[in-house]
């Protein structure tokens, strides 16, 4: 059984940071990736990291790349997100999920584990 569990998240300003934190037990597959979900609006993919005997790498959404930092700490099975230069559409409910690397990593549907998520707030 696979557990993820996500923290890290809080309120901060315009042009503020955040390291958010998916500590990770069992199998998760060959990649692991991090989701944003605003109020009223669609979960979308933020940022992805391969490990596998196939393919090892990260990709970002545009609307992050520059700012976002997605990294991995092997022996503690944990993946953080690093946020830099916050901004206030950067706002909303953060899950990390985990997968085999099937598809387009930016689909919510090719993820089987997800965490609970983290609140980030980031207001002007």
């Known amino acids: 059984q696979v557990h993820l569990v996500e923290s890290g998240g809080g309120s901060v300003q315009t042009g503020g940071s955040l390291r958010l934190s998916c500590a990770a037990s069992?199998?998760?597959?060959?990649?692991m990736a991090w989701f944003r979900q605003g109020s009223g609006k669609e979960r979308e993919g933020v940022a992805v990291?391969?490990?596998?005997?196939?393919?090892?790498?990260?990709y970002y959404d545009s609307s992050v790349e520059g700012r976002f930092t997605i990294s991995r700490d092997s022996r503690k099975n944990t993946v953080y997100l690093q946020m830099n230069s916050l901004k206030p559409e950067d706002t909303g409910m953060y899950y990390c999920?985990?997968?085999?690397?099937?598809?387009?990593?930016?689909?919510?549907?090719?993820?089987?584990?997800w965490g609970q998520g983290t609140q980030v707030t980031v207001s002007s």
């Open positions: 999920a985990a997968g085999v690397e099937i598809g387009s990593w930016k689909d919510v549907q090719k993820y089987k584990y």
């Open positions: 069992g199998d998760t597959g060959g990649r």
């Open positions: 990291i391969y490990n596998s005997e196939y393919y090892s790498g990260t």
